[in-house]
């Protein structure tokens, strides 16, 4: 089965550091969400692409937080600096617009900021 | 803006019974997705199934089945025959064409031996 491929899977870092999550899309979606799971706010939306274009971020803290999509095979969130409340799971996923079968989503990073 | 509320935080089943977890929505368009995403304790999302909100008829995965109440806004999940593999973090879903999904609070679903 194609696969939504998020790394790493675990991150510990220093508050203040600088952190990089990558995301590697399923082949042929041209769709591309970033959510974030905490125990207190759930699953929230930080940023989605369409394209490769970005179509809304306004889930992003924008000071600290940015995503890209350098190609059509790699999405990445970047956190800098990091803070503890930072900490959280974060997923990507991917579908295709018109194919509402649902979105497939990677198994998360596990973002600890100490 | 729309909103996914499922009121169950927590709930238990014994192997091989049946188990009904509630969702209700709000939105005001009339053309929408609805799915249900199971959270196992390796984290990773699943989908378990989806409903289009313009087909009347319920849709059915195997052991499980929805009961889409347009209407009424509700959008529940019925797990039959439960299995101790059931056991998981529980997300109903909302989804405009064409957008993000908007998730609930989540049910935890324990299945007991």
């Known amino acids: 089965d194609a696969r939504v491929t998020q790394t790493p899977r675990d991150k510990v870092t220093e508050m203040g550091q600088e952190v990089t999550m990558r995301c590697q899309p399923i082949?042929?979606?041209?769709?591309v969400f970033w959510y974030r799971q905490t125990m207190m706010q759930g699953l929230e939306l930080l940023a989605y692409?369409?394209?490769?274009?970005?179509?809304?971020d306004s889930g992003m803290p924008k000071d600290r937080f940015s995503a890209e999509m350098p190609d059509a095979t790699l999405a990445t969130l970047k956190i800098q600096p990091s803070e503890p409340r930072d900490s959280a799971v974060y997923f990507c996923?991917?579908?295709?617009?018109?194919?509402?079968?649902?979105?497939?989503f990677g198994s998360g990073t596990r973002l600890t900021v100490v | 803006a729309q909103t996914v509320t499922q009121s169950q935080p927590e709930m238990s089943v014994q192997e091989a019974e049946t188990v009904t977890l509630s969702c209700t929505y709000d939105?005001?368009?009339?053309?929408?997705?609805l799915f249900w995403y199971k959270q196992p304790p390796s984290r990773q999302m699943i989908l378990v199934i989806r409903?289009?909100?313009?087909?009347?008829q319920n849709a059915t995965e195997n052991r499980f089945s929805v009961n889409f109440q347009k209407a009424a806004k509700s959008f529940s999940l019925k797990i039959s025959d439960s299995q101790l593999g059931d056991t998981a973090m529980y997300f109903c879903?909302?989804?405009?064409?064409?957008?993000?999904?908007?998730f609930g609070e989540g049910t935890q679903l324990t299945v007991n031996p």
């Open positions: 996923a991917s579908g295709t617009l018109g194919r509402y079968y649902g979105y497939t």
């Open positions: 082949l042929g979606h041209n769709t």
């Open positions: 692409f369409r394209n490769r274009a970005p179509l809304d």
């Open positions: 939105t005001s368009e009339s053309n929408y997705y």
């Open positions: 409903q289009e909100a313009y087909k009347q």
């Open positions: 879903a909302f989804m405009l064409s064409g957008s993000r999904l908007t």
